[in-house]
């Protein structure tokens, strides 16, 4: 609630009310940086949702090379984030990164992503979901493989077709992981900073500028402190929000395992 | 029942398996494909898939920048902020877990959001009291900011891992004439030992990784290794065969410290929600 900028010092700290916190509802800017994370968070965390619950329906069962094959597909969860972007910026460098080369293989012309504004926050998209599917997808398998066996036989003997299996017995036991893992999935998507900091700083013009960015941009760049901590309290609410959700979840969980 | 599917079902099956590794897998390999390659063999279309290996970006990247000395501030604040957290840490869970402390239960949710909070956010509050205190560029500064998270995260682990701990065993060393203190050392601890290796091994790769603080709060002394990849992009020019020899170097010790951690992955990735 206050004007405060790093740069004129001679102006101080000023009390000023709201007036960060109006000017910010009117600023098309944070609108759209707003807007950008809720479709960011929407498509990203719909797409891991069901890539991973699908791959750990698919894991599932048992098969040969299975030791081998789910640990590779773990990797990019433990990649560290920076280095995720690092990858990503490369494969999709429009001279001679691995996307591009595919993409021109099969005749898109418009191959250089990061640089159009256009492809980029899709791209940034596809590079969240190839950095935590895994993550929706571990959490769903260790619940699929924790579940007991008596209902499944129970609709086998009564005929049950695979897929009124899943309708009515497996996925009401996966509800509550499955929400777990899209509160959190939601929770870290406005969090994201550093693969997109390294992918695209924000740009071109502001195509992937999602709130976390805008805060850094604010601060950081422009040094208006107040304005950069009203976002930041905005983003916070959001946060507790969806974290008062997850928490509820979380305690139902727990009676449900301990009970 | 999987012996009376066909064929064909086998042949469907593994493809879809075999393409989704590679889709998860391959960029990584393909990272560490690019820091062993000769700088015309990357700017190259379309990209090259056979080459003679050089380990030439591997020296060009840690001899023209001083990446051992990052390295090794990457280590000791990672490290440095592990068994801080780690001690605090283990002690408070301790106190959450076995005393009767009103309003513990919202104790530990607050604890816990504290890891659920964006780092960004907290970032703006945490630069200023870090200039303010002239811990800016300060690997102490740096290890206070990642105790704030790790913290929370140990204190939230550690609680149940300790109640699932009968709580008559130590009852049991207290009646036999040990102090709390000491039956929480000679009793507890052994028994947690497992859980406290792999927390630590948690925390050791969240401030490994950690970019956003470490960007923010050093300039040059302090500065960890995600820091300095970030560096070696500019706009101008991006040597890549020597960042991605740095960014191989980053994530290898990630790699293998998560293979000892694969136990506790999923509990440690989702706050102990999901139980395996």
Redesign the interface.
Known sequence: MHSWTLTRPELGMRFIWFKNYTSLFTSSLFWAAFLKTVIFAAVAVGLEMCLGFA?AL??N???KGKSI?F?????????????VG??????FNG????V??IL?LIGVTEYTLLSNPLTALPAIIFVDV?HW???VF??SL??L??LPKSPFEAAKIDGASTWQTFKWVTFPMMKS?LL??LL?RT?DV??L??EI??MTQGGPGDATELI?LE??RQ??RYFN?GK??AL??V??IV??II?RI??RV?EK?ESV?EG | M?SERSTLYWVV??S??VV??I???F??V??FM?SLKSRLD??????KFFFVPTVQAWIDAFTKKPLFHYFFNSIIVSFGSTVVSLVFGTLAAYALARFKIKGSKDIS?FI??MR??????A??PI??WMSKFNLLDTRFGLICAYTVFNLAFVVWMMREFIMAIPEELEEAAMVDGLTRMQAFRKILLPLLKPSLVAVAIFCI?FS??E??FAF?LTQTEAKTM?VV??EF?TWREVT?EQ??AA?SA??FP??AF??FV?KY??RG??FG????
């Open positions: 791959l698919l894991f069962r048992e098969f094959f640990p590779l597909i773990l990797i990019p969860m433990i990649t560290t984030p920076i280095v690092l990858i990503w910026r490369y494969m001279e001679f990164g691995l591009s080369w021109q190839w599917t895994p993550f571990l959490l260790a619940r493989a924790a992981v777990i893992a959190l929770m406005f969090k900073f550093d900091f390294i976390s805060i850094y601060t950081f402190m950069g901590a930041a309290i983003m916070l946060i507790i974290s997850y928490l979380f969980q395992t | 999987e099956f593994y879809v398996i989704t590794v889709f998860f897998f960029p990584v393909y990272l690019t990357i700017y190259v279309m379309p990209p949710f816990l959001s659920m909070f964006p780092p960004i956010a970032a703006i630069f200023l790769i490994w990784s970019f956003l923010l995600p990849i970030c992009i890549w960042v991605s960014g980053l994530i990630v790699l998560s293979f694969q992955l999923v990735l989702s929600a999901v139980k395996e």
